[in-house]
């Protein structure tokens, strides 16, 4: 199979390191990728917002397999837009319709409650309904939760303990603190909890549960600070027991599976379901309609089946004949980031320590923001690499992802070092 893969961050990078090791790969290539993808993948220059260059490289690379990675061109709606033009193309990723989910979260909320999947209270308010906003915080109890209506990269969602502070905030969002995201904002119930973020493959009637994970949003340690994209993952994660993973299953995913069905949605890739768990309840915090970033880069490392074998029957509707199979061992990823990030950070330092070896094959260097520079690799983005690292114990692969990234240095580099920590106690 020729396979093409949208995007250049971390989640791609795991992705391509994954794919390219399934018997049935012939060529793969990364649109646009970075210096990691470039090892094990052929790098193709396009801009993702241009769906007509992509059409015809498609084309001219007599590509099999189209598998979206971030979620702009899903919510934009690249797959509708290839499918009218090549209907035998395989693409994974859900169509604009099925996009929505994550695109819009009032959408995602009314959605959920459709379908009777347990979520937060909430409502949602426009630029012209301050005061009502205002109104109805007034009837929850702190802390406030905010969240931009549309895509902000991981970081329109504000958490708040004061009501002052939630009418700034709100007025700050509609004003075009996270640009047209904002123009509707969502306030919901706050859910007192531990994170989880599942993983569902789906063809739109079958799915395959993915390994799950928790990742590390706020750039401080602690938890402390602003959101970042994501600052680092663990897979599996030690609360998720079978009994929780049940309630997961039959009370979330199914009725989602079942709801995306009834509506008619054109839906054939992953579904990210962010949870909280509430005294051993699951609820859904938010839908993603794409392979999360970075617990992708954990999650992966713990898929021993063909993931790529898994993908294409997602995408011929033949999922019903899958079996995952997941490795047993923790995989522990942690970020390197630019200083300043997530405010304002320089781009183009050296990186060095990429190749340094440790004769530990569990461990795996993903790029993210990063560009080739010469013969040598630079800083490009504000999340610039992540260490991924496979082991018996979660301790071990903690002191194993923090030992290899020791030796990776850059201008400003930042990373968490209590990644994975809260969770030795389980």
Not at 325 to 340: L, Q
Request: aromatic residues 8%.
């Amino acid at each position: 199979m020729n396979v093409l893969l949208l995007g250049s961050g971390g989640r791609e990078s795991a992705l391509a390191w994954k794919i390219a090791r399934s018997p049935l790969i012939d060529h793969l290539y990364c649109m646009p990728g970075n210096p990691g993808t470039a090892a094990i993948a052929t790098n193709v220059d396009c801009t993702l917002s241009d769906f007509e260059s992509i059409a015809r490289h498609i084309y001219s690379l007599s590509i099999d397999l189209l598998i979206v990675g971030p979620e702009n061109p899903l919510v934009g709606g690249i797959t509708d837009f290839l499918h009218e033009k090549m209907p035998s193309l395989m693409i994974i990723g859900p169509g604009r319709d099925g996009a929505r989910l994550e695109g819009s979260k009032d959408f995602a909320k009314a959605f959920m409650a459709r379908h009777s999947i347990p979520t937060a209270a909430y409502n949602t308010f426009e630029v012209s309904q301050l005061e009502e906003a205002g109104a109805f915080l007034e009837q929850l109890k702190p802390p406030y939760v905010l969240k931009a209506d549309g895509l902000a990269a991981g970081k329109g969602v504000i958490i708040t303990h004061s009501t002052e502070e939630a009418r700034l905030e709100l007025e700050l969002m509609f004003g075009g603190k996270f640009g047209n995201a904002g123009a509707k904002v969502v306030i919901e119930e706050y859910l007192s909890g531990i994170e989880l973020s599942v993983f569902v493959l789906t063809d739109g009637r079958d799915y395959l549960m993915l390994p799950h994970a928790k990742d590390y949003k706020r750039i401080g340690e602690g938890d402390t600070g602003p959101n970042t994209g994501g600052m680092g993952s663990v897979s599996p994660v030690p609360f998720a027991d079978d009994l929780f993973m049940s309630k997961v299953e039959e009370r979330i995913v199914k009725p989602t599976i079942r709801g995306i069905a009834a509506e008619g949605m054109n839906y054939c890739g992953f579904i990210f379901i962010g949870l909280m768990n509430c005294g051993g309840d699951p609820y859904v915090i938010e839908y993603n309609v794409r392979m999360g970033d970075p617990e992708c880069e954990s999650v992966v490392r713990r898929i021993d089946s063909d993931l790529l074998e898994h993908l294409k029957a997602a995408a011929k509707g033949t999922l019903s004949l899958e079996k995952i199979k997941v490795s047993p061992k923790i995989a522990v990823t942690v970020m390197a980031v630019s200083g300043g990030y997530p405010g304002s950070y320089g781009k183009g330092f050296p990186i060095s320590g990429l190749d340094a070896d440790f004769g530990e094959d569990d461990i795996v260097v993903f790029h993210a923001g990063t560009a080739a520079s010469g013969s040598g690799v630079v800083t490009s983005g504000g999340r610039v690499l992540a260490v991924t690292s496979l082991a018996d114990s979660l301790d071990e692969a903690l002191q194993a992802s923090y030992r290899h990234l020791s030796a990776i240095s850059f201008e400003g580099i930042t990373y968490r070092r209590d990644i994975g920590k809260d969770l030795l106690d389980f």
